[in-house]
């Protein structure tokens, strides 16, 4: 696990709506700012359900019109993710447990995606592809919130260990 390049996997259950959109935030942001730049990050499903797939279309339009381009293909997590990412954030706590299923001992680097938002926002981020359209948008509004915070504790510990 890198503090030096660190690295965020986002997963959700089909890697088609959630944590491709957290992905695209993400890149955008990492893009905007030189201090994030050298972040990489990625997204995976528990399940294998869409493996290979584009982003949900909804998704991927809702996204658009805020300027994300969604490019992800969907794959599932693979438990080498345990060591080779700095952290690790599901979506909901449906996606917590099974990715706890996978680990062998503690996984302290896996963590839910909302211990990164105030408690204005709910625990879960929730499915929104049986739902309608304003599902879409709310998840979007909810990882807009979330991924800056993200980026500066990441980047904190990386400037605190510089410092050590
Ligand atoms: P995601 O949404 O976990 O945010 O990608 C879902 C996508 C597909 C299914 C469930 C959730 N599905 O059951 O196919």
């Known amino acids: 696990m890198s503090i030096e390049c660190p690295s965020v996997q986002f997963v959700c259950l089909g890697n088609i709506c959630r944590s491709p959109a957290a992905q695209g935030v993400m890149e955008s942001l990492i893009a905007s700012n030189p ?19 584009a982003a949900d279309s909804r998704m991927i339009a809702a996204a658009k019109l805020r300027g994300y381009d969604l490019q992800s293909r969907a794959k599932q997590f693979e438990r080498g993710f345990f060591r080779s990412r700095t952290l690790i954030l599901a979506m909901d706590r449906e996606n917590y447990r099974d990715i706890m ?21 709910p625990r879960d981020v929730p499915d929104p592809y049986y739902g309608e359209n304003d599902g879409f948008e ?3 509004d909810m ?18 260990s510089r410092l050590a």
Do not use: M
Request: charged share 25%; net charge negative; hydrophobic share 40%.
């Open 143 to 160: 990882l807009e919130a979330g991924c800056p915070k993200i980026l500066e504790e990441i980047i904190g510990k990386k400037d605190s």
């Open 35 to 53: 201090r994030w730049q050298g972040v990489s990050v990625d997204s995976a499903g528990t399940a294998g359900y869409h493996i290979g797939r």
């Open 138 to 140: 709310y998840v979007l």
């Open 101 to 121: 299923l996978l680990a062998t001992g503690s996984a302290p680097n896996v963590r839910l995606f909302s211990d990164f938002l105030d408690e204005s926002w």
